[in-house]
């Protein structure tokens, strides 16, 4: 078996590629979301695209792909397959069984996981953790994700919920309400929408999107610095309790809002030495090499682990750099 099928279901759209066993990457098939329309929707999504990337696969000769590999939003059951919980963006989607009626759909064997964590295994299989036993990995985007990988395997917990970082009482948050609806989580401070709604409040005749207040921070609009930097320094600190935690060798940190910003990534890193006692201190913090790509190769990951025995395969990258 040469191939697998990594799927990477996201809030917008939904993304799948053959990936090899070197976790290199076939052409990249996309398609809205239509989360929206509930799960046989979603579902319904994820056939066509399998069927067009088997398609590829058969015709680029990759081989037929031995699994396909599926990350999401929301909280997974891994064992089951089953969604454990999802917010109002997947209504629905909390209690579908994924694995089983794909598995039954494909033909090949399935994998389910959390997207923040296929993310994670993504980057230690095949980027910026790759070759590092342990890795605490962030995702800031729509929201805030986050999951720690020992040897390429991703603690799990009792609730399915070890690593997720989004909702951490945060001080820097303050009384912003956080789309859980409590208030006070590092989520309402820090993700991708919270930085521009916060520009919005603090510059109401200048509306714009996260990408640019990430930009005008860096070009210095006192405003977005202001903004920019409270939502680096609460990640900062809800970093520094994770890592004192855990003590992870690495921290990688991806989603859109990661490398965006000198402004915002000073803030952070800043924050992290600050609060990290003296032998913790130099903990590396590596951007993420995968971008996009990191949970649909995560996904692939989980894939490769049924049909090929993973612990085989290679990792890229090397311990050099550490
Ligand atoms: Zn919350």
């Given at each position: 078996m040469s191939s697998v099928i990594g799927v990477d279901i996201g809030g917008t759209k939904t993304a799948a590629a053959v990936v090899g066993p070197d976790g290199r990457l076939g052409r990249l098939h996309t398609a809205p979301t239509r989360a929206a329309a509930g799960p046989d929707a979603v579902l319904d999504g994820v056939r066509r695209l399998v069927a067009d990337v088997r398609h590829e696969a058969a015709r680029d000769g990759w081989?037929?792909?031995g699994a396909v590999g599926i990350a999401t939003a929301g909280m997974v059951d891994t064992g089951s397959g089953v969604i454990a919980g999802a917010n109002?963006?997947?209504?629905?989607?909390?209690?579908?069984p994924v694995k089983a009626r794909l598995t039954q759909d494909l033909g090949v064997a399935v994998t389910v996981l959390n997207d923040a964590r296929a993310h994670a295994i993504g980057e230690a299989w095949a980027g910026a953790a790759a070759g590092v036993p342990s890795a605490l990995v962030v995702a800031i985007g729509t929201g805030v994700g986050g999951a720690v990988v020992f040897d390429g395997q991703v603690l799990g917990g009792a609730h399915h919920a070890?690593?997720?970082?989004?909702h951490m009482p945060s001080a820097g948050a303050g009384e912003l309400r956080c789309p859980c609806g409590?208030?006070?989580?590092l989520e309402a401070v820090a993700c991708g929408p919270a930085i521009a709604e916060q520009f919005r409040f603090q510059d109401p005749g200048r509306p714009a999107g996260t990408p640019e207040v990430l930009r005008l921070a860096d070009a210095g609009n006192e405003n977005a610095v202001a903004v920019v930097r409270r939502a680096g320094t609460a990640l900062g600190q809800a970093i520094a309790g994770v890592v004192t935690v855990v003590d992870p060798h690495v921290v990688v940190l991806g989603g859109?809002?990661?490398?965006?910003?000198a402004v915002w990534w000073d803030a952070v890193c800043e924050t992290l030495r600050t609060e990290l006692v003296a032998p913790l201190r130099d903990i590396p913090v590596r951007l993420s090499t995968l971008g996009g790509n990191a949970p649909l190769i995560g996904a692939a990951r989980s894939a490769w682990r049924v049909v090929a025995g993973a612990d085989d395969l290679p990792n890229r990258g090397s311990r050099e750099d550490q």
């Open positions: 081989g037929a792909p109002e963006t997947f209504p629905g989607w909390p209690g579908t070890a690593g997720e970082m989004g409590r208030v006070g989580h859109g809002v990661a490398g965006a910003s």
